[in-house]
């Protein structure tokens, strides 16, 4: 079968021209080491998180998984007076495809969040794929969600106003976080934020075959990924819903849910199919597939018309959703 790419948005398209040589959508087992070492990490370091001075910063390392290396939560607290109630908080989770990333990854975007909200952010940094197959970066993930909970009090939040948010490994990551807390009986979250998320081991929706050798994430750099993780178990019929939520036969009983997607990039089926399973669980979910959107091109091309709205619909969803 032959399958016919949508377009790219043409400011997207334009963006996607002048970063191809830093950025090629496929990524092999042997290229993980070299994209860590890249400029794009190192410039995560240099990173104002305070926003100018609207937040105190702190990387604080906290208990692990049981049995399991202590982990790292970067915690951004507004430098405002304290309100009369406590803050609701952010709990973000980074993307990079399971294999590469630090909780720096795509935080700018939960602190504008917080800016415009009064909230505070935390970041969860957790142990990568290969080195740290599934389930380590869940459980990771899991354990920061609960240290965050159990120590509302000394950061001044409220622990029943928890939005988990991830984009891409950290989308597929917090979806994952859902459906632990939910089946452990553990805190429920708010809502849950998943931007372009990596949900399915399988890679074998139409959009990854569309979508194959364009743009900044590609079916073989998504096998790449999901192998890392899963090892030979990828694509088979023993994948845990933990590792690739997709994979869940039950999506009833979830936190509300945002999802978006571009409609040209390899997530697009399996975001698209994970919202609707929502839908017919009885579930809430709000989904916007923007068109001609490529993966993360709202972080990519910050500037461009349609990143403006979808930047606008995540402020928007989240100004509902703490209204409530």
């Not at 294999?99 to 415009?116: F, K, T």
């Not at 900044?216 to 939520?245: C, K, M």
């Not at 597939?289 to 990143?307: E, M, R, T, Y």
Request: charged fraction near 20%.
């Amino acid at each position: 079968m032959t399958y016919v790419p949508p377009p790219f948005d043409p400011e997207l398209a334009a963006t996607l021209e002048l970063i191809k040589e830093m950025i090629q959508p496929g990524m092999s087992l042997e290229d993980i080491d070299v994209v860590r070492k890249g400029p794009g990490i190192a410039l995560l370091a240099e990173l104002d998180l305070t926003v100018g001075g609207a937040f105190e910063v702190e990387d604080r390392t906290v208990p692990g998984p049981q049995g399991q290396p202590d982990i790292s939560l970067l915690i951004c607290r507004p430098t405002s007076p304290a309100p009369d109630r406590p803050r609701p908080v952010v709990y973000h989770v980074h993307g990079g495809g399971m294999v590469i990333g630090n909780n720096r990854v795509g935080v700018d975007a939960a602190l504008d969040w917080a800016r415009e909200l009064d909230m505070v952010v935390v970041s969860v940094e957790y142990r990568l794929a290969p080195e740290h197959p599934y389930p380590a970066p869940a459980e990771d993930v899991y354990a920061g969600l609960l240290w965050t909970v159990e120590h509302a009090e000394e950061l001044g939040v409220d622990p029943e106003r928890i939005v988990i948010a991830g984009a891409s490994a950290g989308g597929g990551l917090t979806a994952a976080l859902a459906l632990l807390l939910r089946d452990r009986g553990g805190p429920r979250p708010l809502g849950q934020l998943l931007l372009c998320p990596m949900l399915d081991d399988r890679n074998d929706t139409p959009s990854t075959h569309q979508m194959a050798g364009l743009g900044i994430w590609d079916r073989t750099a998504n096998e790449t990924g999901w192998t890392a993780l899963l090892g030979a178990a990828r694509g088979g019929p023993d994948v845990s819903p933990y590792a690739a939520p997709a994979r869940a036969e039950d999506l009833s009983g979830l936190p509300p849910a945002f999802l978006d997607v571009g409609s040209a990039e390899t997530f697009r089926d399996e975001t698209v199919a994970y919202a609707t399973r929502i839908w017919q669980a009885g579930g809430i979910a709000e989904l916007h597939v923007w068109p001609g959107g490529f993966h993360g091109f709202d972080g990519f091309a910050p500037q461009a018309a349609l990143s403006q709205s979808a930047k606008a619909a995540h402020l928007n969803w989240l100004r509902r959703l703490l209204a409530e």
